[in-house]
């Protein structure tokens, strides 16, 4: 495969300088087409960051949370990322896993030890997790494959982990054929930053400096038959809009060689790590303002993909930013091997980065019910087959509503029969009862009613 740069980086750095403002007419033309739910080109999103109409910016933030609300309703997808690794070959000035940082401690964990992680994860209730690897020759595909279907095996109480996705290095096309046999669900992988001189500079050494062989990765996961593949940008590192735009010229990459996009897209920004200046001084400061205008236009931009937000973010960040576009979240976070097994989980010469959410998964369920949204551990489309192409062709039409409401709360249901706290359950059960009144189609609320008094009798993983 040749590679070039489909990113128009000359471009789009043409548009950061003439920095042109535009008019409140041209902007209220964007939204007009993005209340389509066909999406915008990133040229069209350049003009929703570049607005300074407090106006069209509230406005921005309303459409978001529509089209949010229209395609997703009020579901929020819940998971956790377990780090198998902080062994990496890598020196990126951002990150404190960086092979050069000799204050932090290196952990890989054995199969048994991924199984005790995955044991407590499921005894906290989590269905669905993210397992991250550092980049290291001595970590091969068939080594991952091992890890990821050791997660599998264990099955603690009620508990199982249904769908692992997994945050792994670029691969050739055969080490990713050999992942996908492992069964994972999404495969995800960072550009880190698409700006191609500041990516140069900022991956010092290590096969991550290859900037073209990183952005084709998802590509020849894609060639492999990984049909969800997810993308992200560490913002904080070149200008946002460069990124956002640079994002959505890489989706629109995907949608043309493949016929899909990305199942998922991140945005997390710096935070501080061990050993890093770099992260305790980022070279562009993303603001919480900046960051609201990133995830509303990414939500119009790509409105059937899912949009994450980690526990990087303070509580009472994460809580606003339900309302702007995101779809999944993770909850009750650790970010190094071995850390949910460690009583204290303060051991900063050992994890990525600092965690702002450090909130338990019961009390992060019990505050999204609280604000309205119903927490859905559901895994049901990867196993029934519709994920890239066959999930997209539900999504669009708006039919896969049908189908993840009522998993959403049967998956719920599971949690607080398992899991809950009493507190938890108490103001669960009465968030349950009036969504079970917003399900309008009659066959599948009464095929609903058959699974919910089958789950509350026990049975488990029932699904539409």
Not at 248 to 273: C, D, M, N, Y
Not at 313 to 333: N, P, T, Y
Request: glycine share 6%; aromatic share 10%; charged share 30%.
């Amino acid at each position: 495969m040749t590679y070039t740069d489909f990113i128009k980086q000359d471009y789009l750095d043409s548009l950061l300088k003439e920095n042109r403002m535009p008019s409140k007419s041209e902007v209220k033309d964007v939204l007009k087409k993005a209340s389509e739910k066909k999406g915008i080109t990133p040229e069209e999103a350049f003009v929703l960051m570049q607005t300074k109409d407090k106006d069209m910016i509230e406005e921005i933030y309303t459409l978001a949370g529509k089209i949010k609300n229209e395609i997703y309703g009020n579901r929020l997808v819940i998971f956790a990322p377990l780090y198998v690794t902080n062994v990496c070959g890598n020196i990126c000035a951002y990150c404190g896993f960086r092979a050069d940082n000799k204050d932090l401690h290196r952990r890989t964990l054995t199969n048994e030890e991924i199984k005790e992680e995955i044991k407590i994860l499921e005894n906290e209730g989590h269905k669905r997790v993210l397992m991250v690897y550092g980049e290291h020759p001595q970590f091969g595909a068939k080594w991952i494959k091992e890890t990821v279907e050791a997660a599998y095996s264990v099955k603690s109480g009620n508990g199982e982990m249904r769908r692992i996705n997994v945050n792994i290095a670029p691969m050739g096309v055969d080490d990713f054929k050999i992942l996908k046999s492992s069964d994972i669900g999404t495969y995800q992988c960072f550009q880190e930053t698409y700006h191609k001189k500041t990516y140069e500079k900022v991956h010092i050494a290590g096969k991550k400096k290859d900037y073209l062989y990183r952005l084709y990765s998802l590509d020849r996961a894609q060639e492999a038959g990984i049909d969800d593949v997810a993308m992200g940008v560490l913002f904080g590192l070149y200008d946002y809009r460069f990124e956002v735009m640079a994002l959505l010229q890489h989706a629109e990459h995907l949608e043309k060689v493949f016929g899909v996009g990305p199942h998922t897209i991140s945005f997390p920004r710096i935070e501080p790590a061990l050993g890093s200046d770099m992260s305790e001084h980022p070279p562009v400061d993303v603001t919480d303002k900046d960051f609201r205008r990133i995830v509303s236009v990414l939500r119009i931009a790509v409105p059937y993909t899912g949009l994450i937000l980690t526990t990087r973010e303070q509580a009472d960040l994460r809580r606003e930013f339900f309302k702007l576009g995101v779809s999944q979240i993770s909850a009750g976070s650790r970010t190094y091997p071995g850390a949910y097994h460690d009583a204290k989980c303060n051991k900063p010469d050992m994890q990525q980065f600092t965690i702002g959410d450090t909130r338990t998964l019961d009390e992060v369920l019990l505050d999204v019910i609280e604000q309205g949204y119903i927490p859905s551990f559901c895994t049901s489309c990867y196993r029934k087959g519709r994920t890239g192409q066959a999930f997209m062709q539900e999504a669009k039409p708006g039919h896969i509503h049908t189908f993840c409401h009522p998993n959403a709360i049967l998956t719920f249901l599971e949690y607080l029969e398992d899991y809950g706290s009493e507190k938890t359950k108490n103001a669960g059960y009465e968030f349950i009862e009036r969504e079970i009144k917003k399900l309008d189609n009659n066959a599948i609320r009464k095929s609903f009613m058959e699974k919910y008094e089958n789950t509350k009798a026990g049975m488990r993983d029932l699904y539409f």
